[in-house]
């Protein structure tokens, strides 16, 4: 063999050596992108399921046509009734609860239910249906025009309307936002409402000093009643478990403006019910009602009676000095005489407060302004007849 011949192959061998190993170098950070590229896609994929998941209830971006006409996805209710004409006393579906006051010689009582027409939608739950929602269809929701159970749970006996939203604390400002969308797909924001009150059912209402206040006030306006907290927001808020009032012309553009994004009304899933609902009036250019009667006493209030009638420190209520936009006193002076309405109050408390307010009446005492309308009663008078007496 030549010398030449054996330095060629020698020569030869280490090239092949050599591309062989950068055939495998090459091969293998091919390989590395691959796998890279499939754990992305992967991780993409997992992310956009949790995404979805997240967003599964938040409310679409409708057009105000789409919004107008009761068309939307978000979240819906599994009952959209339309009637027309549409009338409360003709209300007779299985989503309503209609109970119209007595009719008695209390005139001025029977004007105002007549003149001011308030739809009542109660935010309740399961698990309350057959003790606070039951107590509320018992008591005071009899004097609401038209009363609505919302639930994530549909339930004949008082009845509701279901929605198709997740239970919890936070998840309050869907389920807001899912019964006005009902209310308005059902009818219930049409020119025969004038009022909308959101309660929960924990909430103790006496509606004729809500109809009487609300009198002054236009609800062909967009207006916006209750409690106000000063906190979280410039404009501050109505506090959501006293209950706050919209006028039919604010819950239609709520619905109609708000929810479909052009305004800017947050749709948010996990938020506070109340401070969006703020934050949304605001934005509408809403008229936020100062509920205070002439002399500075609060109607709405953050808890049972006994609490704000109490003169001693109450280290509960400290909060409440940051959170109110005006003082809220101690003893008689904190509660106004046309008081509207008391949240956390249990199931019995709401029946004795409805028997106290509705049905007691002292003796030879006409301290209830339509007792005064020639009715009379003895000794066997029936509490139906007293409930006449005082409407």
Not at 140 to 151: D, E, K, P, Q, Y
Not at 252 to 257: A, H, Q, S
Not at 291 to 299: K, T
Not at 352 to 380: F, Q
């Amino acid at each position: 063999m030549k010398r030449g011949e054996g330095a060629t192959r020698e020569s030869g061998r280490s090239g092949g050596g050599g591309r062989r190993r950068r055939t495998r170098r090459i091969l293998r950070i091919w390989l590395a992108v691959a796998a890279a590229a499939i754990a992305g896609c992967a991780l993409g994929v997992a992310l956009t399921a949790v995404a979805r998941a997240g967003q599964r209830y938040r409310q679409p971006r409708l057009t105000p046509n789409d919004a107008e006409k009761g068309m939307t996805s978000y979240p819906h209710a599994e009952k959209v009734i339309y009637q027309n004409p549409f009338t409360l006393k003709d209300r007779k579906d299985s989503t309503v609860e209609y109970v119209p006051v007595k009719k008695s010689n209390c005139s001025v009582v029977r004007e105002l239910w007549e003149e001011v027409r308030v739809v009542c939608w109660v935010m309740t739950q399961p698990r309350n249906h057959a003790t606070k929602a039951e107590a509320v269809k018992e008591t005071w929701g009899r004097r609401c025009n038209a009363l609505v159970f919302i639930s994530t749970q549909a339930d004949a006996s008082l009845p509701t309307v279901r929605v198709s939203v997740p239970e919890g604390r936070f998840n309050l400002w869907d389920k807001t936002r899912a019964a006005f969308v009902y209310l308005h797909q059902a009818g219930y924001l049409s020119d025969q409402v004038d009022w909308v009150l959101k309660a929960d059912d924990d909430t103790f209402l006496v509606m004729e000093n809500l109809r009487y206040l609300l009198t002054q006030y236009d609800p062909e306006k967009t207006v916006y009643v209750g409690l106000r907290f000063k906190a979280h927001l410039k404009q501050g808020f109505m506090s959501g478990g006293t209950g706050y009032v919209l006028s039919r012309v604010a819950a239609r553009r709520f619905v109609t403006e708000g929810l479909p994004g052009n305004k800017t009304c947050r749709n948010y899933k996990q938020t506070y019910e109340d401070v969006e609902m703020g934050r949304c009036m605001a934005a509408l250019g809403a008229e936020f009602v100062d509920a205070r009667d002439s002399d500075g006493r609060h109607r709405f209030f953050p808890y049972q009676p006994e609490r704000h009638l109490s003169k001693g420190e109450d280290t509960k209520l400290v909060w409440l000095k940051d959170y109110l936009s005006s003082p809220l006193n101690k003893g008689k002076e904190c509660c106004s005489p046309l008081a509207i309405s008391f949240h956390y109050v249990t199931p019995s408390r709401m029946r004795e407060m409805y028997y106290l307010v509705y049905h007691l009446t002292p003796y030879g005492i006409r301290n209830k302004d339509d007792a005064a309308d020639h009715a009379t009663h003895d000794a066997n008078t029936t509490l139906d007849e007293i409930d006449v007496i005082a409407c």
